[in-house]
């Protein structure tokens, strides 16, 4: 691939893991990013991991495989372009080798792909499926780019990580509305005062915290 090596790639992918633990992105920040080339392909990679419904008629990122939100209506774009994480400059390195991968994949099939959207956008939803799926091969070279891109998308879904948890949740956000995602207690905080497995599994520690950390 040209452009920032792997291990910079690599590097920054990390970097952002680490910095959405931290905490949601500001949203004056995380603005959606126009849908350029790299927000299309990089759209349509995180739609084939988590399927939504389109979003209008002749939507070409979204393949429309299911009803329901996916990955792009939770925010995926947004949490990726966010200015404020290390991968953002990266993006259209990720996206040129993803496309790269499409037009391989596609002339090994004789697929032919419309010059008037990117490389990825333009194969099927199985397609594009099989495509990823290979991505993940033990033998694949760049399996640990795809494999950290995997966990953002799942965190825009799963978690609002481009967001705060307690704002995504009363702004409806798709993916932890689909999910089912509790509601916080009435300070913001989540609390369960109900064991997962309907008892204890330890007593608790004498020197714990109040914060239920260990002394």
Known sequence: MTGPDRRTILKALVATLAGLSVGGLDASAASAASESWTTQTLGAFADTLIPGERRFPGDMVIAGAVTGPGAVQAGVVTLLH??????????????????ARAVAYAALRLIWLSP??????????????????????????????WQVMSLLVGLAFDTAGQQDTVEALAQ????LT???FPEPDADGLWRFPDFSYGRPLAALHPNTTASGSPA
């Open 178 to 180: 689909w999910l089912r």
């Open 172 to 175: 409806g956000h798709p993916g």
């Open 116 to 145: 008037s959207r990117p490389p990825f956008v333009g194969l099927s939803f199985a397609d594009r499926t099989a495509l990823v799926g290979g991505l993940f091969d033990p033998d694949d070279l760049d399996r640990p780019i």
């Open 82 to 99: 966010s200015p404020e994480l290390p991968v953002a400059p990266l993006l259209p390195a990720i996206a040129a080798l993803l496309d």
